[in-house]
């Protein structure tokens, strides 16, 4: 048996290597010609409406609108469809923080679901007993690349009257039943952070196709202002830039080779691990009817059968100088900002005399999100790795696993 470096043996990589995404000739080109002209900001030059334009119709609805993140995009999708002050949202508690933020954020509040323990997407099921007089939408998330039960989640949401809100960070490019994500429900929320499957370092994207609420997302993103220095409603500026956008123009036209290249790092992990499946831990498996983008490769062990806990198996795995990180340590509600109930001071939104109801965050809310806090483990699949750096990775993993297995 080989002995992990954690415990005095040799490491399965020398150094440890970061990874950045390679931007291309043309995208440092597209770049530089923003650059010389001078017109960097929103509205100034052409890239951001060309940017929105293509964004569209890779997507597939009628409206694409250009911000500064992936947060903006969902404080934006939320915000347009006019959900506020004593209003509920029923989402994951499975995701980054900014899945719930973007709720409070508009002063309204999350209340959470549980997930499937396969996907790790919200669970529909778990949907229903959490609706109330109060409930104006489901936000859900397309964890990883993996798109959420939607049809299911649209007939809930039809039945009750709500809105559905897509949080696609990690998706672009998903399918749902040969649908591109993000234009299935009423509005969704691209992010193209750096380590996003296409980035423009920091940017995001709103996607809907109704008129309604793209009108009300562009007032909300531009200080609220139907013209210059005419302001109609509280609005921020969440504006792209130009430079983000030729940057976006770029990858967006080789999304289908960036996705592939995920999907190959995301294959290997597959071969190296499947000997260890369902017994040290449990592989990703993609339903059927759906287009996997592996933003990326996420991984439950099962501590039943292993010496150790998760968060010494990921020591020992950096140890073996390979990158693996947890997505996500705890779910959203068990950070201290959903135990206290307090974001905006004085308690608010919780305890706003608008929202009049007593909501509390406890332990077991959703024990299959918290059994995956405990025990996921998370393998990137970035823009800038290599094969071998995929098969050193899966290496390391399994090497400290077997090592500690009862
Ligand atoms: C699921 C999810 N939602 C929202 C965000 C927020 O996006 P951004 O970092 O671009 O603000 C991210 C990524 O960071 C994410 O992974």
Redesign the pocket.
């Known amino acids: 048996m080989e002995i992990p470096a954690i415990e005095g043996g040799k490491p399965v990589r020398e150094h440890f290597k970061e990874y950045f995404p390679r931007i291309s000739e043309h995208e440092k080109q597209l770049v530089l010609s923003v650059l010389e002209s001078g017109r960097l900001a929103s509205g100034v030059g052409v890239f951001v409406r060309k940017f929105e334009e293509k964004f569209k119709e890779f997507v597939g609805t009628r409206h694409a609108l250009a911000v500064s993140?992936?947060?903006?995009?969902?404080h934006t999708a939320v915000a347009s469809l006019g959900i506020g002050v004593g209003d509920e949202v029923v989402t994951t508690p499975f995701?980054?923080v900014?899945?719930a933020t973007?709720i409070l954020h508009n002063n309204a509040i999350p209340v959470f679901g549980d997930i499937e323990l396969d996907t790790l997407n919200l669970d529909p099921e778990t949907i229903v007993d959490k609706i109330t007089p109060r409930t104006k939408a489901i936000l859900v998330?397309h964890?990883a690349g993996h798109p959420a039960e939607m049809d299911e989640i649209v007939k809930i949401a039809r039945e009750n009257n709500l809105a559905v809100i897509e949080?696609c960070?990690?998706a672009i490019g998903s399918e749902y039943r040969g649908r591109k994500v993000g234009g299935i429900g009423d509005v969704g929320?691209f992010?193209?952070?750096q380590?996003?499957n296409m980035t423009t370092g920091?940017?995001?994207m709103v996607t809907t196709n109704s008129e309604e609420v793209y009108k009300s997302a562009r007032l909300f993103v531009e200080h609220g202002s139907e013209e210059r220095y005419y302001h109609v409603l509280l609005g921020w500026n969440y504006r792209m830039t130009e430079l983000q956008a030729a940057l976006g123009l770029g990858q967006l036209a080789r999304i289908e080779e960036l996705n592939r290249m995920r999907e190959e790092i995301a294959k290997i992990y597959t071969e190296e691990l499947e000997s260890l499946d369902g017994d040290l831990l449990l592989l990703p498996k993609p339903k059927k009817h759906v287009k996997h983008t592996w933003?990326i490769y996420q991984v439950l062990l099962r501590l039943e059968n292993l010496r150790v806990d998760r968060d010494r198996i990921i020591e020992a795995v950096k140890r073996e100088n390979v990158l693996v990180l947890v997505s996500y340590p705890r779910t959203i509600y068990e950070n201290p900002l959903f135990q206290k109930l307090d974001a905006y001071g004085h308690g608010c939104p919780w305890f706003c005399p608008f929202y009049g109801r007593r909501i509390a965050y406890k332990p077991g809310l959703a024990p299959r999100a918290e059994l995956a806090a405990r025990s996921v483990v998370t393998l990137p699949t970035l823009a800038g790795m290599s094969i071998e750096d995929a098969i050193d990775t899966a290496k390391a993993l399994k090497k400290v696993l077997i090592y500690y297995r009862k």
């Open positions: 993140s992936g947060t903006a995009a969902l995701s980054f900014a899945t973007a998330v964890l949080d960070a990690q929320a992010s193209f952070y380590s996003k920091e940017g995001g933003h």
